[in-house]
Protein backbone atom coordinates (compact mmCIF):
# COMPACT_ATOMS: atom_id res chain seq x y z
CA UNK A 1 0.00 0.00 0.00
CA UNK A 2 1.90 2.87 -1.06
CA UNK A 3 2.23 5.57 1.81
CA UNK A 4 0.26 8.49 2.32
CA UNK A 5 -0.77 11.03 4.77
CA UNK A 6 0.16 10.43 8.38
CA UNK A 7 -1.82 10.98 11.26
CA UNK A 8 -0.21 10.70 14.48
CA UNK A 9 -2.12 11.72 17.64
CA UNK A 10 0.16 10.39 20.56
CA UNK A 11 2.06 10.81 23.63
CA UNK A 12 0.16 11.97 26.90
CA UNK A 13 3.44 12.89 28.44
CA UNK A 14 4.17 16.97 27.63
CA UNK A 15 7.71 17.72 26.46
CA UNK A 16 8.70 19.64 29.41
CA UNK A 17 7.87 16.53 31.63
CA UNK A 18 9.44 13.81 29.69
CA UNK A 19 12.78 14.58 32.05
CA UNK A 20 11.59 13.05 34.72
CA UNK A 21 8.37 11.29 34.05
CA UNK A 22 9.21 7.24 34.34
CA UNK A 23 6.13 4.91 33.68
CA UNK A 24 6.73 1.42 36.16
CA UNK A 25 6.60 -2.01 34.02
CA UNK A 26 7.41 -5.42 34.85
CA UNK A 27 8.54 -3.69 38.33
CA UNK A 28 11.33 -1.54 36.82
CA UNK A 29 11.58 2.06 35.18
CA UNK A 30 10.91 2.41 31.46
CA UNK A 31 12.48 4.82 29.89
CA UNK A 32 11.11 8.31 29.30
CA UNK A 33 11.70 8.00 25.40
CA UNK A 34 8.82 4.82 25.20
CA UNK A 35 6.18 6.77 24.19
CA UNK A 36 8.49 8.21 21.35
CA UNK A 37 10.43 4.90 20.30
CA UNK A 38 7.44 3.88 19.97
CA UNK A 39 6.34 6.09 17.03
CA UNK A 40 9.40 5.75 15.70
CA UNK A 41 8.74 2.29 15.35
CA UNK A 42 5.17 2.81 13.99
CA UNK A 43 6.17 5.35 11.36
CA UNK A 44 8.89 3.18 10.00
CA UNK A 45 6.32 0.09 9.84
CA UNK A 46 4.19 2.53 7.98
CA UNK A 47 6.73 3.48 5.38
CA UNK A 48 7.56 -0.30 5.03
CA UNK A 49 4.52 -0.95 4.01
CA UNK A 50 3.57 -3.00 7.43
CA UNK A 51 1.12 -1.15 9.11
CA UNK A 52 -1.98 0.95 7.88
CA UNK A 53 -4.47 1.71 10.43
CA UNK A 54 -4.48 2.91 13.90
CA UNK A 55 -3.02 1.71 17.58
CA UNK A 56 -3.06 2.06 21.27
CA UNK A 57 -1.04 1.57 24.12
CA UNK A 58 -2.30 1.98 27.55
CA UNK A 59 -0.64 1.14 31.35
CA UNK A 60 -2.46 1.15 34.57
CA UNK A 61 -5.08 3.20 32.92
CA UNK A 62 -2.80 5.82 31.58
CA UNK A 63 -2.46 5.87 27.61
CA UNK A 64 1.29 5.85 26.84
CA UNK A 65 0.67 6.28 22.68
CA UNK A 66 -1.42 6.30 20.27
CA UNK A 67 -1.60 6.95 16.69
CA UNK A 68 -2.95 6.31 13.16
CA UNK A 69 -1.34 5.47 9.69
CA UNK A 70 -2.71 5.35 6.15
CA UNK A 71 -5.59 5.82 4.72
CA UNK A 72 -9.27 3.99 5.22
CA UNK A 73 -10.54 4.54 1.79
CA UNK A 74 -8.23 4.16 -1.20
CA UNK A 75 -11.09 5.35 -3.65
CA UNK A 76 -10.86 8.52 -2.39
CA UNK A 77 -7.26 9.02 -0.04
CA UNK A 78 -9.51 9.55 3.26
CA UNK A 79 -7.04 9.38 6.17
CA UNK A 80 -7.25 6.34 9.12
CA UNK A 81 -7.87 8.39 11.77
CA UNK A 82 -7.87 7.26 15.59
CA UNK A 83 -11.84 7.52 15.19
CA UNK A 84 -12.09 5.20 11.78
CA UNK A 85 -14.36 2.23 12.57
CA UNK A 86 -12.40 -0.83 11.61
CA UNK A 87 -13.93 -4.43 11.29
CA UNK A 88 -12.81 -6.47 14.25
CA UNK A 89 -13.58 -10.04 12.94
CA UNK A 90 -12.93 -12.87 15.70
CA UNK A 91 -12.03 -9.44 18.23
CA UNK A 92 -15.68 -9.86 18.33
CA UNK A 93 -15.25 -12.92 20.26
CA UNK A 94 -14.99 -11.21 23.64
CA UNK A 95 -18.05 -9.06 23.50
CA UNK A 96 -20.23 -12.06 22.39
CA UNK A 97 -18.75 -14.10 25.41
CA UNK A 98 -19.67 -11.13 27.78
CA UNK A 99 -23.29 -10.89 26.48
CA UNK A 100 -23.02 -14.34 27.36
CA UNK A 101 -21.49 -14.20 30.87
CA UNK A 102 -24.46 -11.51 31.64
CA UNK A 103 -27.02 -13.17 30.62
CA UNK A 104 -25.71 -15.98 32.93
CA UNK A 105 -25.11 -13.81 35.89
CA UNK A 106 -28.99 -13.07 35.32
CA UNK A 107 -29.05 -16.81 35.68
CA UNK A 108 -31.29 -16.08 32.22
CA UNK A 109 -28.62 -19.43 31.01
CA UNK A 110 -26.15 -21.73 32.78
CA UNK A 111 -22.72 -22.69 31.16
CA UNK A 112 -23.56 -26.25 31.49
CA UNK A 113 -26.85 -25.86 29.97
CA UNK A 114 -26.57 -28.07 27.01
CA UNK A 115 -27.59 -26.02 23.71
CA UNK A 116 -30.04 -27.81 22.39
CA UNK A 117 -32.33 -26.25 24.87
CA UNK A 118 -31.79 -23.10 23.27
CA UNK A 119 -30.76 -24.41 19.33
CA UNK A 120 -33.69 -27.16 18.86
CA UNK A 121 -32.80 -27.29 15.13
CA UNK A 122 -29.79 -29.06 15.45
CA UNK A 123 -28.90 -32.75 15.57
CA UNK A 124 -28.92 -34.32 19.34
CA UNK A 125 -25.24 -34.80 19.01
CA UNK A 126 -24.45 -31.20 18.38
CA UNK A 127 -27.21 -30.09 21.23
CA UNK A 128 -25.28 -32.30 23.50
CA UNK A 129 -22.63 -29.26 23.81
CA UNK A 130 -22.63 -27.16 26.47
CA UNK A 131 -22.68 -23.12 26.46
CA UNK A 132 -19.29 -23.82 28.10
CA UNK A 133 -17.58 -26.01 25.47
CA UNK A 134 -18.79 -22.99 22.90
CA UNK A 135 -17.37 -20.50 24.94
CA UNK A 136 -14.16 -22.03 24.82
CA UNK A 137 -13.52 -23.73 21.08
CA UNK A 138 -14.42 -27.29 22.14
CA UNK A 139 -17.89 -28.41 21.06
CA UNK A 140 -16.60 -30.19 18.35
CA UNK A 141 -18.66 -28.37 16.60
CA UNK A 142 -17.06 -27.68 12.85
CA UNK A 143 -16.04 -24.23 11.68
CA UNK A 144 -18.08 -23.12 9.17
CA UNK A 145 -15.36 -22.22 7.16
CA UNK A 146 -15.10 -25.41 6.07
CA UNK A 147 -18.36 -26.66 4.93
CA UNK A 148 -17.91 -24.49 1.76
CA UNK A 149 -21.24 -22.06 2.79
CA UNK A 150 -19.63 -18.72 2.82
CA UNK A 151 -20.78 -16.44 0.18
CA UNK A 152 -21.17 -12.31 -0.17
CA UNK A 153 -23.76 -11.05 2.02
CA UNK A 154 -24.41 -14.52 3.87
CA UNK A 155 -26.01 -14.63 7.45
CA UNK A 156 -26.46 -16.39 10.97
CA UNK A 157 -29.58 -18.01 9.80
CA UNK A 158 -27.68 -19.55 6.84
CA UNK A 159 -24.54 -20.96 8.96
CA UNK A 160 -27.72 -22.36 11.21
CA UNK A 161 -29.07 -23.93 8.16
CA UNK A 162 -25.58 -25.84 6.89
CA UNK A 163 -25.13 -26.93 10.59
CA UNK A 164 -28.42 -28.40 10.92
CA UNK A 165 -27.61 -30.16 8.21
CA UNK A 166 -25.21 -32.15 10.13
CA UNK A 167 -25.49 -35.44 11.98
CA UNK A 168 -22.79 -35.18 14.14
CA UNK A 169 -19.87 -32.98 15.65
CA UNK A 170 -16.12 -33.65 14.79
CA UNK A 171 -15.31 -35.12 18.21
CA UNK A 172 -17.26 -35.80 21.07
CA UNK A 173 -17.73 -32.43 23.46
CA UNK A 174 -15.06 -31.72 25.70
CA UNK A 175 -12.87 -33.79 23.94
CA UNK A 176 -10.34 -31.22 22.76
CA UNK A 177 -9.69 -27.94 21.94
CA UNK A 178 -10.65 -26.84 17.83
CA UNK A 179 -11.35 -23.38 17.52
CA UNK A 180 -14.66 -22.79 16.02
CA UNK A 181 -16.43 -19.61 14.66
CA UNK A 182 -19.65 -21.43 14.54
CA UNK A 183 -19.86 -21.92 18.12
CA UNK A 184 -19.81 -18.60 18.17
CA UNK A 185 -22.40 -17.69 15.51
CA UNK A 186 -24.42 -20.27 18.15
CA UNK A 187 -23.74 -17.79 21.27
CA UNK A 188 -25.07 -15.07 19.26
CA UNK A 189 -27.84 -16.47 18.49
CA UNK A 190 -28.57 -18.10 21.99
CA UNK A 191 -28.04 -14.56 23.62
CA UNK A 192 -30.47 -13.20 21.23
CA UNK A 193 -33.46 -15.91 22.16
CA UNK A 194 -32.62 -15.89 25.72
CA UNK A 195 -32.52 -11.51 25.73
CA UNK A 196 -35.16 -11.27 23.26
CA UNK A 197 -33.04 -8.82 21.43
CA UNK A 198 -30.74 -8.96 17.95
CA UNK A 199 -26.87 -9.41 19.08
CA UNK A 200 -26.73 -5.58 17.62
CA UNK A 201 -29.02 -4.21 19.71
CA UNK A 202 -27.74 -6.16 22.94
CA UNK A 203 -24.39 -5.29 22.88
CA UNK A 204 -25.57 -1.68 21.95
CA UNK A 205 -27.61 -1.23 25.21
CA UNK A 206 -25.37 -3.48 27.40
CA UNK A 207 -21.91 -2.49 26.16
CA UNK A 208 -21.46 0.02 23.64
CA UNK A 209 -23.69 2.50 25.32
CA UNK A 210 -23.15 2.15 28.51
CA UNK A 211 -19.26 2.65 28.18
CA UNK A 212 -19.59 5.11 25.54
CA UNK A 213 -18.10 3.46 22.56
CA UNK A 214 -20.00 5.75 19.99
CA UNK A 215 -18.33 4.47 17.28
CA UNK A 216 -18.49 1.12 17.80
CA UNK A 217 -21.56 -1.16 15.94
CA UNK A 218 -22.25 -4.60 14.65
CA UNK A 219 -22.84 -4.84 11.27
CA UNK A 220 -26.34 -5.95 10.08
CA UNK A 221 -26.94 -4.15 6.65
CA UNK A 222 -24.87 -1.86 4.11
CA UNK A 223 -26.29 1.06 5.21
CA UNK A 224 -24.04 1.18 7.98
CA UNK A 225 -21.01 1.53 6.28
CA UNK A 226 -20.51 5.45 5.60
CA UNK A 227 -18.02 7.48 4.35
CA UNK A 228 -16.24 7.32 8.15
CA UNK A 229 -15.90 3.12 8.22
CA UNK A 230 -12.49 1.42 7.04
CA UNK A 231 -12.62 -0.21 3.95
CA UNK A 232 -10.47 -3.34 4.04
CA UNK A 233 -7.96 -4.09 0.93
CA UNK A 234 -5.23 -7.34 0.87
CA UNK A 235 -1.51 -7.08 1.15
CA UNK A 236 -1.28 -6.46 -2.62
CA UNK A 237 -3.95 -3.46 -2.83
CA UNK A 238 -6.49 -4.78 -3.82
CA UNK A 239 -10.27 -4.20 -2.08
CA UNK A 240 -11.05 -7.04 0.13
CA UNK A 241 -14.08 -5.38 2.04
CA UNK A 242 -15.71 -7.27 4.60
CA UNK A 243 -19.45 -8.89 2.83
CA UNK A 244 -21.09 -10.48 5.02
CA UNK A 245 -23.61 -10.25 7.89
CA UNK A 246 -22.65 -13.06 10.02
CA UNK A 247 -22.26 -11.94 14.12
CA UNK A 248 -21.17 -13.45 17.05
CA UNK A 249 -18.14 -15.02 15.69
CA UNK A 250 -17.29 -11.21 14.39
CA UNK A 251 -19.53 -8.56 12.79
CA UNK A 252 -18.70 -5.90 15.07
CA UNK A 253 -16.88 -2.55 13.97
CA UNK A 254 -14.89 -0.66 16.47
CA UNK A 255 -11.80 2.23 17.51
CA UNK A 256 -9.28 1.48 19.11
CA UNK A 257 -10.23 4.12 21.95
CA UNK A 258 -13.62 2.20 22.14
CA UNK A 259 -12.24 -0.84 22.71
CA UNK A 260 -9.76 1.08 25.26
CA UNK A 261 -12.81 1.76 27.78
CA UNK A 262 -13.86 -1.67 27.01
CA UNK A 263 -9.96 -2.85 28.31
CA UNK A 264 -10.51 -0.52 31.64
CA UNK A 265 -14.17 -1.66 32.79
CA UNK A 266 -12.87 -5.33 32.57
CA UNK A 267 -10.80 -4.09 35.79
CA UNK A 268 -13.98 -2.72 37.68
CA UNK A 269 -17.43 -4.47 37.97
CA UNK A 270 -18.90 -2.13 35.59
CA UNK A 271 -20.05 -5.36 33.09
CA UNK A 272 -19.76 -8.11 35.37
CA UNK A 273 -18.30 -9.50 38.34
CA UNK A 274 -14.86 -9.67 38.85
CA UNK A 275 -15.64 -13.78 40.02
CA UNK A 276 -17.05 -14.00 36.50
CA UNK A 277 -13.50 -12.57 35.19
CA UNK A 278 -11.68 -14.70 37.18
CA UNK A 279 -13.42 -17.57 35.08
CA UNK A 280 -13.54 -16.02 31.87
CA UNK A 281 -9.55 -15.89 32.15
CA UNK A 282 -9.17 -19.31 33.13
CA UNK A 283 -8.97 -21.84 30.34
CA UNK A 284 -11.26 -24.56 29.26
CA UNK A 285 -10.64 -28.17 30.49
CA UNK A 286 -10.61 -31.13 27.80
CA UNK A 287 -9.78 -34.74 27.83
CA UNK A 288 -7.29 -35.03 25.11
CA UNK A 289 -4.67 -32.18 24.28
CA UNK A 290 -4.29 -28.93 25.86
CA UNK A 291 -5.72 -25.74 25.43
CA UNK A 292 -5.32 -21.92 26.19
CA UNK A 293 -8.88 -20.62 25.27
CA UNK A 294 -11.28 -18.87 28.02
CA UNK A 295 -14.25 -17.27 27.66
CA UNK A 296 -13.73 -15.66 24.51
CA UNK A 297 -10.00 -15.07 25.11
CA UNK A 298 -6.64 -16.62 24.89
CA UNK A 299 -5.25 -16.80 28.10
CA UNK A 300 -1.47 -17.28 28.51
CA UNK A 301 0.99 -16.95 31.90
CA UNK A 302 4.68 -15.68 31.27
CA UNK A 303 6.95 -13.93 32.98
CA UNK A 304 4.78 -10.91 33.05
CA UNK A 305 2.36 -12.37 35.03
CA UNK A 306 -1.27 -13.80 33.10
CA UNK A 307 -1.93 -11.94 30.27
CA UNK A 308 -5.33 -12.75 28.02
CA UNK A 309 -5.46 -11.35 23.89
CA UNK A 310 -7.37 -11.91 20.73
CA UNK A 311 -6.61 -11.53 17.34
CA UNK A 312 -9.20 -11.11 14.53
CA UNK A 313 -8.54 -11.76 10.47
CA UNK A 314 -11.10 -11.33 7.99
CA UNK A 315 -10.87 -9.88 4.49
CA UNK A 316 -8.42 -7.33 4.68
CA UNK A 317 -8.99 -6.58 8.49
CA UNK A 318 -6.96 -7.53 10.97
CA UNK A 319 -7.15 -6.35 14.77
CA UNK A 320 -5.52 -6.92 18.28
CA UNK A 321 -5.88 -6.82 21.48
CA UNK A 322 -3.45 -7.91 24.06
CA UNK A 323 -4.33 -7.18 28.24
CA UNK A 324 -1.27 -7.77 30.57
CA UNK A 325 -3.28 -8.23 33.90
CA UNK A 326 -0.36 -7.64 36.76
CA UNK A 327 0.34 -4.84 35.24
CA UNK A 328 -2.16 -3.12 33.69
CA UNK A 329 -0.59 -2.95 30.35
CA UNK A 330 -3.08 -3.05 27.07
CA UNK A 331 -1.75 -2.72 23.41
CA UNK A 332 -4.81 -2.53 20.71
CA UNK A 333 -4.19 -2.32 16.67
CA UNK A 334 -6.50 -2.32 14.03
CA UNK A 335 -5.45 -2.54 10.58
CA UNK A 336 -7.34 -2.56 6.86
CA UNK A 337 -4.19 -3.44 5.15
CA UNK A 338 -3.64 -6.74 4.70
CA UNK A 339 -1.57 -8.92 6.83
CA UNK A 340 0.19 -7.27 9.66
CA UNK A 341 2.43 -8.47 11.84
CA UNK A 342 0.46 -8.36 15.22
CA UNK A 343 1.92 -10.33 17.13
CA UNK A 344 5.26 -9.39 16.14
CA UNK A 345 4.12 -5.77 16.58
CA UNK A 346 2.96 -6.48 19.96
CA UNK A 347 6.67 -7.69 21.40
CA UNK A 348 8.01 -5.15 19.67
CA UNK A 349 5.84 -2.35 22.23
CA UNK A 350 6.57 -4.55 24.85
CA UNK A 351 10.28 -4.59 24.73
CA UNK A 352 10.34 -1.07 24.36
CA UNK A 353 8.42 -0.65 27.52
CA UNK A 354 10.58 -2.67 29.26
CA UNK A 355 13.19 -0.69 27.91
CA UNK A 356 14.70 -3.18 26.10
CA UNK A 357 15.99 -4.01 22.07
CA UNK A 358 13.77 -4.84 19.71
CA UNK A 359 13.51 -6.64 16.10
CA UNK A 360 11.48 -5.34 13.52
CA UNK A 361 8.82 -7.71 12.21
CA UNK A 362 9.60 -9.67 9.02
CA UNK A 363 8.81 -8.42 5.37
CA UNK A 364 6.06 -9.94 3.37
CA UNK A 365 7.62 -12.30 0.63
CA UNK A 366 4.48 -12.52 -1.17
CA UNK A 367 4.19 -8.71 -1.80
CA UNK A 368 7.58 -9.00 -3.13
CA UNK A 369 7.39 -12.27 -5.00
CA UNK A 370 3.94 -10.59 -6.79
CA UNK A 371 5.53 -7.94 -8.23
CA UNK A 372 8.08 -9.84 -9.46
CA UNK A 373 5.87 -12.50 -11.41
CA UNK A 374 3.74 -9.40 -12.62
CA UNK A 375 7.22 -7.92 -13.83
CA UNK A 376 9.09 -11.28 -14.75
CA UNK A 377 6.93 -13.77 -14.85
CA UNK A 378 6.64 -17.21 -11.93
CA UNK A 379 9.94 -18.61 -13.52
CA UNK A 380 11.38 -15.55 -11.82
CA UNK A 381 9.50 -15.25 -8.81
CA UNK A 382 10.58 -18.95 -7.99
CA UNK A 383 14.01 -18.27 -8.26
CA UNK A 384 13.82 -15.03 -6.27
CA UNK A 385 12.20 -16.94 -3.84
CA UNK A 386 14.74 -19.73 -3.34
CA UNK A 387 17.58 -16.74 -2.94
CA UNK A 388 15.55 -15.49 -0.31
CA UNK A 389 15.53 -19.07 1.47
CA UNK A 390 19.25 -19.22 1.03
CA UNK A 391 20.51 -15.05 1.61
CA UNK A 392 17.45 -13.57 3.16
CA UNK A 393 16.19 -15.58 5.73
CA UNK A 394 16.18 -13.41 8.15
CA UNK A 395 14.85 -10.37 6.37
CA UNK A 396 11.82 -11.83 4.62
CA UNK A 397 8.54 -14.27 6.03
CA UNK A 398 9.15 -17.28 3.97
CA UNK A 399 6.27 -19.10 6.01
CA UNK A 400 3.74 -21.57 4.01
CA UNK A 401 1.27 -19.01 4.85
CA UNK A 402 2.96 -16.11 2.77
CA UNK A 403 3.10 -18.75 -0.20
CA UNK A 404 -0.69 -19.59 0.22
CA UNK A 405 -1.43 -16.31 0.05
CA UNK A 406 0.75 -15.25 -3.19
CA UNK A 407 -0.67 -18.14 -4.99
CA UNK A 408 -4.60 -16.99 -3.86
CA UNK A 409 -3.76 -13.69 -5.16
CA UNK A 410 -2.90 -15.16 -8.59
CA UNK A 411 -5.64 -17.28 -8.71
CA UNK A 412 -8.47 -14.99 -8.16
CA UNK A 413 -7.01 -11.83 -7.80
CA UNK A 414 -4.53 -11.87 -11.10
CA UNK A 415 -6.81 -14.77 -13.03
CA UNK A 416 -3.09 -16.83 -13.47
CA UNK A 417 -4.00 -19.88 -13.07
CA UNK A 418 -1.02 -21.61 -14.31
CA UNK A 419 1.07 -19.26 -12.23
CA UNK A 420 -0.77 -19.91 -9.07
CA UNK A 421 -0.87 -23.53 -9.39
CA UNK A 422 3.26 -23.30 -10.13
CA UNK A 423 3.32 -21.16 -6.58
CA UNK A 424 0.96 -23.88 -4.96
CA UNK A 425 3.24 -26.56 -5.88
CA UNK A 426 5.93 -25.32 -5.08
CA UNK A 427 4.27 -24.47 -1.16
CA UNK A 428 4.35 -28.39 -1.59
CA UNK A 429 7.89 -29.38 -2.01
CA UNK A 430 8.58 -27.18 0.78
CA UNK A 431 5.77 -28.26 3.19
CA UNK A 432 5.28 -31.87 2.23
CA UNK A 433 3.16 -32.70 4.97
CA UNK A 434 1.01 -29.58 5.30
CA UNK A 435 -2.64 -30.70 4.49
CA UNK A 436 -3.42 -27.20 3.31
CA UNK A 437 -0.91 -26.60 1.06
CA UNK A 438 -2.24 -30.10 -0.97
CA UNK A 439 -5.35 -28.14 -0.77
CA UNK A 440 -4.72 -25.06 -2.05
CA UNK A 441 -2.82 -26.67 -4.93
CA UNK A 442 -5.99 -29.08 -5.26
CA UNK A 443 -8.22 -26.23 -5.47
CA UNK A 444 -6.40 -24.25 -7.98
CA UNK A 445 -6.38 -27.19 -10.59
CA UNK A 446 -10.21 -27.16 -10.08
CA UNK A 447 -10.43 -23.61 -10.84
CA UNK A 448 -8.44 -24.72 -14.12
CA UNK A 449 -10.89 -27.61 -15.18
CA UNK A 450 -8.16 -30.57 -14.69
CA UNK A 451 -10.79 -32.35 -12.53
CA UNK A 452 -8.34 -35.41 -12.88
CA UNK A 453 -5.30 -33.07 -10.86
CA UNK A 454 -7.81 -31.15 -8.51
CA UNK A 455 -8.96 -35.16 -6.92
CA UNK A 456 -5.43 -36.45 -6.66
CA UNK A 457 -4.46 -33.32 -4.61
CA UNK A 458 -7.79 -32.93 -2.76
CA UNK A 459 -6.92 -37.36 -2.21
CA UNK A 460 -3.42 -36.10 -0.83
CA UNK A 461 -4.44 -33.27 1.41
CA UNK A 462 -7.02 -36.04 3.04
CA UNK A 463 -3.95 -38.28 3.41
CA UNK A 464 -2.04 -35.39 5.16
CA UNK A 465 -4.93 -34.74 7.32
CA UNK A 466 -8.50 -36.94 7.47
CA UNK A 467 -10.36 -34.14 9.04
CA UNK A 468 -9.71 -31.48 5.83
CA UNK A 469 -13.48 -30.74 5.89
CA UNK A 470 -12.56 -28.76 2.34
CA UNK A 471 -11.23 -31.07 0.87
CA UNK A 472 -13.32 -33.93 2.13
CA UNK A 473 -16.46 -32.06 0.71
CA UNK A 474 -14.69 -31.21 -2.24
CA UNK A 475 -13.84 -34.29 -3.29
CA UNK A 476 -17.10 -35.61 -3.28
CA UNK A 477 -18.55 -33.09 -5.68
CA UNK A 478 -15.73 -33.74 -8.35
CA UNK A 479 -16.47 -37.57 -7.48
Given at each position: ??????????????????????????????????????????????????????????????????????????????????????????????????????????????????????????????????????????????????????????????????????????????????????????LGLIVE?????????????????????????????????????????NAFGNPDDYNQYVTGDGGSYSTVDDLFAFDQALYTEKLVTRKTLEEAFTPGRVREGTTTYGFGWNVNS???????????????????????????????????????????INEAIQHILAGQPYTLPKRSIAVVLHGVVLKSGVDAAIATYEMAKATQADEYDLDEGEINTLGYQLLYGDRKREDAARIFLLNTIDHPASSNAFDSLAEAYEVMGDKVSARNYYGVALQRDPQNLHAMRRLEKLQ
Amino acid sequence: MATTRIQVLSVIIAVGLLVSATLVLYGQQAPVTAPASIDKLMRQLHERGQFNGAVLVAQRGRIVYRGSFGVSDQSSGRAFTLDTPSYLASVSKPLTALAIMKLAEKRRLGYDDHIGRYVPELADALGSATVRQLLNHTSGIPDYGNLNVEHPGMTNAEVLNALRSLDKPRFSPGEKYEYSNSGYVLLGLIVERVSGQPLSAYLQNQVFTPLGMKASFVLTGAGQKTREVARGYNAFGNPDDYNQYVTGDGGSYSTVDDLFAFDQALYTEKLVTRKTLEEAFTPGRVREGTTTYGFGWNVNSDASGKRVWHTGNTAGFRAFIERRLDDKITVIMLTNGGDSKRIQINEAIQHILAGQPYTLPKRSIAVVLHGVVLKSGVDAAIATYEMAKATQADEYDLDEGEINTLGYQLLYGDRKREDAARIFLLNTIDHPASSNAFDSLAEAYEVMGDKVSARNYYGVALQRDPQNLHAMRRLEKLQ
